[in-house]
């Protein structure tokens, strides 16, 4: 105790010196708190969000990933077949079938390019429509159509208008059908407003895809992915292909790289974390070289000078270290609230995951953690580095800063 | 020098008249047969011509489409008229009934009643599929001659048929770039033809089923056409009803008919 007190003492008394100190500690846990939030907060983007689209476990086709890129609704499996053999799934799975399509929307004489789903009622909340419904409403009927906001913008469309959708049946042979405007829908990537939903029955009717469609996703809470596609594996057979979140598309790329990346991002921030102290640690011992030779001089023993010094490094990376933390945290909360808005630049990467163009940065416990501890094992390891061989010299070397 | 061949020598000896019949018979025979493979391409195909495009047409149509285990049928009439002119209407399926098709020159228009629109549809469209069957809109509507769109080329022959080769002329827009005909001797109607890209690929096939004779021309009443990039599918098309050089009036092809309801 008689120690710490001597410590505290040392550190107070050349107060510009210890604060500049502080503020480099901080300065650098705050950047690697904030950082890792970020790269969490990508992670969750790309995966969790790419997720909640595709289904924890998706079947469809065998040749559907090749097929669906031209958005060939060719590319279709018995709807009626997959939802029976669902059936021996917990109960507590969300099940849904969807159709994607392309085609046309008309307006009086314009016309625009767009992507559609077909959907059931209870996609609303899984695509998290409910939340980016603008203006109108969700759809209750088949002649219904909910729009994108861009779409919206380039047709001037208001709600109520009778638009038509043209497009390419599933024996490519075009057809159209007249839809009602129910609402429109604005997503945070906007390639994604430049879409529209009609029911999956009339997306079937509109296809002549009777009882067929594109994908079907199921949807768990538990971490239970394998088990649920061994069970649909059994029961379809070698005609369908049923794959995990992390399997499909962009979504097994993710997943498979960004570990790697956040395994080197985490080295980065670390490393710059740890350089940037041990250089203020370092500086602060050599500056005390004289007053290390006093107190040796003094007769005070090299453990006691040793202790001294890291207990003044404890102090300054405990402190350091928590206020960085606790910057980076806020900023990274903060900023995990209201997200930050990436819109197109994004686009071009997440339009295939069907998910949002904003980050939202993650504070985990993890990442508090590891930012308390880098902080607090550099400037203790600094401390030492920097001390052990000033303890080790004569304190006439000492005084005379040899 | 080759020796005089003995039966000549034999025959001059033992009768000089017989001599000169049998002389006269082989000319004959070879005059006749000479004149036959005579015949160059372009007669071929001019005869080819007569019987598949008269200057107006129309029918009632059925179209076969084979995917896999599926099977659907369409049914239309069709009027054609000239080279680039015809105008299609669809009657079953009712999910299909009231659609037309407006053919006039390069262009194509669809008529859909069931949102009431038409849409122009022209250049490499024009090759996509009719109505979800292998054959393409240019297939169905386009009526130019062989002679005039192709360069023709006899590959070889045998007692019933000729096979031309044809190459689309410089400068000629036609559906296939390159085409092989089977064309059967006795009337000059196709009985099988390969349909190939620019790239070399072959693209479709024909096989004609069923030849009927009306006036004076061998028309196809009935074929099959595989669309080689899609697997296994056909597409049958029947005729029945079939009217040659009818009198169509000119207001057939008008987008106002298209849109008449």
């Not at chain 1, 390639?191 to 469609?213: C, G, H, P, W």
């Not at chain 2, 028309?219 to 009818?246: N, V």
């Given at each position: 105790m008689k120690l710490f007190g001597v410590a505290v003492r040392n550190l107070k008394r050349n107060k510009k010196r210890t604060f500049l100190t502080l503020v480099i500690i901080v300065v650098a846990i705050m950047g690697m708190t904030f950082g890792l939030s970020w790269i969490e907060g990508e992670k969750e983007l790309f995966l969790e969000s790419g997720k909640r689209m595709t289904g924890d476990v998706r079947i469809t086709t065998t040749d559907y990933d090749l097929r669906s890129r031209s958005l060939d609704v060719s590319s279709n499996i018995n709807y009626s077949k997959v939802k029976m053999s669902a059936e021996k799934l917990p109960q507590d799975t969300a099940r849904v079938g969807r159709i994607k399509f392309g085609g046309l929307?008309?307006?009086?004489?314009?016309?625009?390019?767009?992507?559609?789903?077909?959907?059931?009622?209870?996609?609303?909340?899984?695509?998290?429509?409910?939340?980016?419904?603008?203006?109108?409403?969700?759809?209750?009927?088949?002649?219904?159509?909910?729009?994108?906001?861009?779409?919206?913008?380039?047709?001037?469309?208001?709600?109520?208008?009778?638009?038509?959708?043209?497009?390419?049946?599933?024996?490519?042979?075009?057809?159209?059908?007249?839809?009602?405007?129910?609402?429109?829908?604005?997503?945070?990537?906007?390639?994604?407003?430049?879409?529209?939903?009609?029911?999956?029955?009339?997306?079937?009717?509109?296809?002549?895809?009777?009882?067929?469609?594109?994908?079907?996703?199921?949807?768990?809470?538990?971490?239970?992915?394998?088990?649920?596609?061994?069970?649909?594996?059994?029961?379809?057979?070698?005609?369908?292909?049923?794959?995990?979140?992390?399997?499909?598309?962009?979504?097994?790329?993710?997943?498979?790289?960004?570990?790697?990346?956040?395994?080197?991002?985490?080295?980065?921030?670390?490393?710059?974390?740890?350089?940037?102290?041990?250089?203020?640690?370092?500086?602060?011992?050599?500056?005390?070289?004289?007053?290390?030779?006093?107190?040796?001089?003094?007769?005070?023993?090299?453990?006691?000078?040793?202790?001294?010094?890291?207990?003044?490094?404890?102090?300054?990376?405990?402190?350091?270290?928590?206020?960085?933390?606790?910057?980076?945290?806020?900023?990274?909360?903060?900023?995990?609230?209201?997200?930050?808005?990436?819109?197109?630049?994004?686009?071009?990467?997440?339009?295939?995951?069907?998910?949002?163009?904003?980050?939202?940065?993650?504070?985990?416990?993890?990442?508090?953690?590891?930012?308390?501890?880098?902080?607090?094992?550099?400037?203790?390891?600094?401390?030492?580095?920097?001390?052990?061989?000033?303890?080790?010299?004569?304190?006439?070397?000492?005084m005379r800063s040899e | 020098m080759g020796k005089t061949p003995s039966i000549f020598i034999e025959c001059f000896e033992k009768n000089y008249l017989s001599f000169i019949r049998s002389v006269c018979s082989l000319v004959l025979v070879f005059t006749v047969t000479g004149a036959v493979f005579s015949m160059s391409p372009e007669e071929i195909l001019n005869r080819v011509d007569y019987n598949m495009t008269p200057d107006s047409v129309s029918y009632e149509g059925e179209m076969i489409i084979h995917r896999g285990k599926r099977e659907h049928t369409k049914k239309f009439i069709m009027d054609a008229m000239g080279a680039e002119k015809s105008f299609i209407e669809f009657t079953y399926p009712a999910r299909d009934r009231g659609t037309k098709y407006l053919r006039n020159n390069k262009n194509l228009w669809i008529y859909m009643p069931s949102t009431s629109r038409t849409l122009k549809i022209s250049g490499h469209m024009l090759k996509e599929s009719m109505m979800g069957s292998d054959i393409s809109y240019d297939d169905q509507t386009d009526r130019n001659k062989y002679n005039l769109i192709y360069e023709g080329e006899m590959l070889s022959e045998d007692s019933e048929h000729y096979v031309l080769e044809l190459i689309r002329r410089d400068g000629e827009e036609a559906k296939y770039y390159r085409q092989l005909l089977w064309i059967v001797k006795e009337n000059f109607t196709i009985q099988r033809g390969e349909m190939y890209g620019n790239s070399g690929k072959m693209l479709k096939e024909l096989f004609v089923d069923e030849v009927e004779k009306i006036g004076d021309r061998y028309y196809i009443t009935r074929f099959r056409i595989d669309d080689k990039l899609k697997a296994d599918s056909y597409t049958e098309l029947i005729m029945r009803d079939i009217k040659i050089d009818p009198r169509i009036s000119e207001s057939t092809f008008t987008l106002k008919n298209l849109e008449r309801r």
């Amino acid at each position: 105790m008689k120690l710490f007190g001597v410590a505290v003492r040392n550190l107070k008394r050349n107060k510009k010196r210890t604060f500049l100190t502080l503020v480099i500690i901080v300065v650098a846990i705050m950047g690697m708190t904030f950082g890792l939030s970020w790269i969490e907060g990508e992670k969750e983007l790309f995966l969790e969000s790419g997720k909640r689209m595709t289904g924890d476990v998706r079947i469809t086709t065998t040749d559907y990933d090749l097929r669906s890129r031209s958005l060939d609704v060719s590319s279709n499996i018995n709807y009626s077949k997959v939802k029976m053999s669902a059936e021996k799934l917990p109960q507590d799975t969300a099940r849904v079938g969807r159709i994607k399509f392309g085609g046309l929307l008309y307006w009086g004489d314009e016309s625009e390019k767009a992507h559609g789903t077909g959907i059931e009622g209870r996609d609303e909340r899984i695509i998290g429509l409910d939340k980016f419904v603008y203006k109108g409403r969700f759809l209750e009927a088949d002649d219904e159509i909910l729009v994108g906001e861009t779409l919206k913008r380039k047709l001037n469309l208001k709600v109520g208008d009778e638009v038509s959708v043209l497009t390419q049946t599933q024996d490519k042979s075009l057809y159209s059908l007249n839809y009602r405007v129910s609402g429109f829908y604005k997503m945070d990537n906007t390639k994604l407003n430049k879409s529209f939903y009609i029911t999956l029955a009339s997306a079937q009717y509109l296809l002549d895809m009777e009882d067929r469609v594109t994908e079907y996703l199921i949807y768990t809470d538990k971490n239970n992915e394998d088990g649920i596609k061994n069970i649909m594996e059994g029961e379809l057979g070698d005609e369908y292909l049923v794959k995990r979140w992390d399997e499909i598309g962009m979504n097994e790329n993710f997943s498979r790289v960004l570990p790697v990346i956040q395994g080197i991002f985490i080295l980065i921030f670390s490393t710059l974390a740890g350089v940037s102290i041990s250089n203020t640690m370092l500086m602060m011992v050599f500056e005390r070289r004289h007053e290390i030779g006093v107190l040796k001089a003094l007769g005070m023993k090299e453990g006691e000078i040793r202790r001294l010094f890291l207990l003044e490094g404890m102090i300054m990376g405990v402190s350091g270290a928590g206020l960085g933390v606790a910057a980076g945290g806020t900023i990274a909360l903060y900023l995990g609230r209201v997200g930050v808005n990436f819109g197109d630049m994004l686009e071009a990467f997440t339009s295939e995951l069907n998910i949002k163009g904003i980050i939202y940065p993650r504070l985990t416990l993890y990442i508090t953690g590891l930012s308390l501890l880098v902080g607090l094992i550099t400037s203790i390891l600094a401390t030492y580095l920097a001390v052990s061989p000033e303890v080790e010299k004569e304190a006439a070397h000492n005084m005379r800063s040899e | 020098m080759g020796k005089t061949p003995s039966i000549f020598i034999e025959c001059f000896e033992k009768n000089y008249l017989s001599f000169i019949r049998s002389v006269c018979s082989l000319v004959l025979v070879f005059t006749v047969t000479g004149a036959v493979f005579s015949m160059s391409p372009e007669e071929i195909l001019n005869r080819v011509d007569y019987n598949m495009t008269p200057d107006s047409v129309s029918y009632e149509g059925e179209m076969i489409i084979h995917r896999g285990k599926r099977e659907h049928t369409k049914k239309f009439i069709m009027d054609a008229m000239g080279a680039e002119k015809s105008f299609i209407e669809f009657t079953y399926p009712a999910r299909d009934r009231g659609t037309k098709y407006l053919r006039n020159n390069k262009n194509l228009w669809i008529y859909m009643p069931s949102t009431s629109r038409t849409l122009k549809i022209s250049g490499h469209m024009l090759k996509e599929s009719m109505m979800g069957s292998d054959i393409s809109y240019d297939d169905q509507t386009d009526r130019n001659k062989y002679n005039l769109i192709y360069e023709g080329e006899m590959l070889s022959e045998d007692s019933e048929h000729y096979v031309l080769e044809l190459i689309r002329r410089d400068g000629e827009e036609a559906k296939y770039y390159r085409q092989l005909l089977w064309i059967v001797k006795e009337n000059f109607t196709i009985q099988r033809g390969e349909m190939y890209g620019n790239s070399g690929k072959m693209l479709k096939e024909l096989f004609v089923d069923e030849v009927e004779k009306i006036g004076d021309r061998y028309y196809i009443t009935r074929f099959r056409i595989d669309d080689k990039l899609k697997a296994d599918s056909y597409t049958e098309l029947i005729m029945r009803d079939i009217k040659i050089d009818p009198r169509i009036s000119e207001s057939t092809f008008t987008l106002k008919n298209l849109e008449r309801r």
